[in-house]
C-alpha cells in the first residue's frame, strides 16, 4: 500500500541495470582506474523559507505557502488551513527542510488530505497537529483511517462541497487506484472515490488541488483557476509529464505552484524527481511557473479570464 514500496523496488531495478553498465560508462568518461558512481542529477527546491505563528494571524488577503512534498499552508484573510501536509516523519531521506514544526503550528480551521499515501496522509504530522486544527476533510476511505487515529474527521464524496470560515471546498476526481496493480501491495482493493483533489474558493479567487492523479478528460475541462498546485511528476500513476504539460496549456494563465517536486532524494524515483527546468521548456507562458521555496509565501489574486 505504501508507495515507498514502489520506489524500494524501482530502485532496486534500476541499481541492478546501472551495475551492467557502470564499466562503460565510466571508461567513457572518466581517465584512470578510479571509479564513482555519480547520483543522478535531481532537481532540489530553494532554500527553506522558515515561518511561525505570524502566518497564522489575521490577514487581508489570502496567502500560500509551499511546504515540501505536496503540502501547502493557506491563510485566507484568516482562515488557515493546510492540504497534505507532511513536516515530520516521513520514511524515506528527505531534501529539504521542513519549514514549520507541527508542534509549532498554533492553529488550523482545517487539514484537507487527498488521499492516504503517506507522503500526503503523514500520521506523525497529524497527530502533532491534533491540538491546534478543528476539523479534518478528506474522503470517506482516509476518514475511516482518521477516524482510527481519533482525529476530529470528515469523510466526504467525490463532488461534495463544504465550508469553513471564508472558505469553500469542493472535492474533485482522481484516478489513482494504483495499488490494485500490485499483487501483495495491499488486501484491500482501492477504489478511485478514495482518492480526490480540492476546488477551493476563496475571498481572492480559487485554487485547483487535483491531488495525485491519472490524467483524465476532467482534468482539462475545469473552470479556470487563480492557481493551481501543481504536480509535474512523470509518473504513470500521476498526470506524467506530458499529461501535466496539458494540465498547464488547458489553463494558459493559471499560476503553477509547484509540488510533489525536490523534497524526498529519490532520482531514480519519477513521482519525486520533476524538474521545473524542464516543465518550464514545454508550456505556454512558463513565466507563470512558481518555484517556491518552502514556506516562501504566494500572494493568490484573480486572474484575468476569457469568456
Ligand atoms: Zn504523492
Avoid at 247 to 268: E, F, K, Q, R
Wanted: hydrophobic residues 40%.
Amino acid at each position: 500500500m505504501k508507495i515507498q514500496t514502489i520506489a524500494i523496488i524501482i530502485t532496486f531495478l534500476i541499481g541492478l541495470i546501472r551495475l551492467g553498465n557502470a564499466q562503460s560508462t565510466a571508461d567513457s568518461t572518466r581517465q584512470g582506474t578510479a571509479k564513482t558512481v555519480e547520483k543522478k542529477y535531481q532537481a532540489r527546491a530553494p532554500k527553506t523559507q522558515p515561518f511561525g505563528a505570524e502566518a497564522f494571524g489575521p490577514s487581508r488577503q489570502t496567502t500560500v505557502r509551499w511546504l515540501g512534498f505536496a503540502g501547502f499552508l493557506v491563510n485566507s484573510r484568516g482562515t488557515t488551513f493546510m492540504i497534505d501536509p507532511v513536516l515530520e516523519g516521513f520514511d524515506m531521506p528527505v531534501l529539504i527542510d521542513f519549514p514549520i514544526a507541527p508542534k509549532a503550528v498554533p492553529r488550523l480551521d482545517a487539514v484537507l488530505v487527498t488521499h492516504a499515501d503517506n507522503d500526503h496522509f503523514s500520521v506523525p504530522t497529524n497527530q502533532d497537529l491534533k491540538r491546534a486544527t478543528k476539523a479534518y476533510h478528506s474522503t470517506i476511505y482516509v476518514d475511516s483511517l482518521m477516524q482510527n487515529l481519533g482525529l476530529p474527521a470528515f469523510g466526504h464524496t467525490i463532488g461534495d462541497s463544504f465550508k469553513f470560515g471564508r472558505v469553500k471546498v469542493t472535492l474533485t476526481p482522481a484516478d489513482h487506484a494504483y495499488q490494485n496493480a500490485y499483487p501483495g501491495m495491499s488486501k484491500r482493493h482501492f477504489k478511485n472515490e478514495d482518492a480526490c483533489g480540492f476546488w477551493l474558493e476563496t475571498p481572492d479567487g480559487t485554487i485547483w488541488a487535483p491531488g495525485d492523479s491519472r490524467l483524465t478528460p476532467g482534468h482539462l475541462s475545469m473552470p479556470t483557476p487563480d492557481a493551481i498546485f501543481f504536480d509535474f511528476s512523470d509518473s504513470e500513476w500521476h498526470f506524467t509529464f506530458e499529461g501535466a504539460v496539458k494540465i498547464a496549456n488547458a489553463y494558459p494563465n493559471s499560476p503553477l505552484l509547484l509540488c510533489h517536486w525536490g523534497s524526498v532524494d529519490a532520482p531514480d524515483f519519477s513521482p519525486f524527481n520533476g524538474d521545473p527546468a524542464r516543465l518550464a521548456k514545454a508550456i505556454v507562458n512558463p513565466g507563470r511557473i512558481k518555484v517556491l521555496a518552502p514556506g516562501e509565501p504566494f500572494i493568490l489574486k484573480p486572474i484575468k479570464k476569457g469568456k
